[in-house]
């Protein structure tokens, strides 16, 4: 399964709007802005999250878009499902080899369990490892 712009830069306006979130309304405009982004994709996109009831829309002068929920209860899971469609790596024929077929399944599982067990708000908080002796080679 490749994670298309459409998957990418929905979690990135659902990064954006996690980060703001208790703030008041954020404008699609400074999100892509900030991300240098075009702000109509952004529109196309935030649609599907409107309609999936994973964001609320706030009219007027002050207007923008907020979660309809707490970061910590949406998975990153439930945002590529509603922009991406199903988690699947590949179809999974029934007269497939079992061995074949199995590690099909194992990775469709896989994948699923780390967008099911990552929520927004690990990933608008996260700050990345600043192990860098991980990095250092030693001759």
Do not use: C
Request: aromatic residues 8%; proline residues 4%.
């Amino acid at each position: 399964m490749k994670i298309s712009t459409k998957g990418r830069y929905g979690l990135t306006i659902m990064m954006a709007l996690a980060r703001k979130h208790g703030e008041g309304p954020t404008s699609l405009k400074s999100i892509a802005k900030e991300h240098n982004l075009s702000e109509h994709y952004l529109e196309q996109l935030i649609a599907p999250l409107r309609n999936a009831r994973l964001v609320k829309s706030i009219r007027g002068a002050y207007g923008g878009y907020i979660l309809a929920h707490e970061p910590e209860t949406i998975t990153a899971g439930d945002i590529i499902r509603v922009l991406e469609g199903p988690i699947s790596p590949v179809e999974v024929m029934d007269d497939e080899e079992p061995a074949k077929r199995d590690l099909w399944i194992k990775i469709r599982d896989a994948v699923k369990d780390v967008l099911d067990n990552t929520t927004l708000e690990y990933l608008a908080t996260y700050e990345g490892e600043d192990d860098q002796e991980s990095y250092m080679f030693y001759i």
